[in-house]
């Protein structure tokens, strides 16, 4: 239905502007070979969370009582996950299936902002102190957009 | 240690089942992916056409009337971006060159990376309708906050 919506948008920018869908299309396929070595990442990630996170075992280490090391781990996955995030949901949703508390997949996708692999080029932009104080206040308020989903997300729904 | 729960779903494995083989394991793996699939293309192609449409060179107009107003446009300006961050950084070393505040920049490049609006259908999806919703209104509110606690933590240290 998404997908669906998309191309129809396409289609319309066609018939008005038709040079712009023909640059979008061409700005897509790169961005596809960009994308492609991250799903493949993720890919693998499912395969091995099938494995080795067994329901039981995402409840214990991230579910609702798995402790202050669970956001720890959070925060760390993604300060160093990379790529776009869209190829992410679908892990995450994985793992929010077996058990994944929502506060934890908040502080995964705040921490993400950290972009570790983008650090030097935002240093050489904005200054080295700007990007630690920055990445500093990221990971701070990762855990407090964890703490935020833990009061409204109890009435999340689960992904089907 | 007692009976399958009762709200387990059919066919769900027990708690002390073993882990699946590798080949189940990747079988299921395999379905869940493809049904993200469709998604991720749609985001993709949703994001190579809004580039398209909205240069990011474009968006410079709308700064430069004041630092209240410049922040909040620079939060909803990010929260809308569809690029790569490293855009962000060029848009937001343009506008520090142009006077922009930092305050500004930093709520643009914060809110880029962390509020997804035009990702929110993929979110919502995948996530959750209201986990995607409040998940990304309070990552606006927060990256207003962080600007100014970035900016202010600097001048201390300065």
Known sequence: ?160 | MGEPSASRPPGDRSPTDGPPSWRKSAVRAVRGFANALPIVIGMLLLTSLLTTLVPPGSLERLFGRGEGWDVIVAAVVGSLAAGHPLVGYVLGGELLARGVSLVAVTALLVSWVTVGLVQLPAEAVLLGRRFAIVRNLWCLVFAVMVAYLTVGTLRLVA
């Open chain 1, 1 to 160: 239905m998404f997908l669906a919506t998309v191309v129809t948008a396409y289609g319309v920018t066609a018939l008005l502007e038709a040079d712009k869908a023909r640059a979008a299309v061409a700005a897509f396929l790169p961005m596809l070979g960009m994308v492609a070595p991250v799903l493949l990442l993720v890919l693998a990630l499912m395969i091995l969370s099938e494995r080795f996170f067994t329901p039981r075992r995402v409840e214990r280490w991230l579910g609702r009582d798995s402790g202050p090391r669970a956001w720890l781990i959070a925060a760390g996955a993604g300060a160093i996950a990379t790529g776009p995030v869209y190829p992410w949901y679908a892990l995450l949703a994985e793992l929010r299936r077996k058990g994944m508390q929502p506060a934890l997949v908040a502080v995964l996708l705040y921490a993400r902002a950290v972009k570790l692999p983008l650090l030097p080029l935002m240093a050489h932009y904005f200054g080295a102190p700007f990007t630690l104080v920055l990445s500093g206040w990221i990971l701070a308020f990762a855990w407090l957009s964890g703490l935020v989903m833990r009061r409204f997300g109890t009435r999340t729904q689960t992904a089907s």
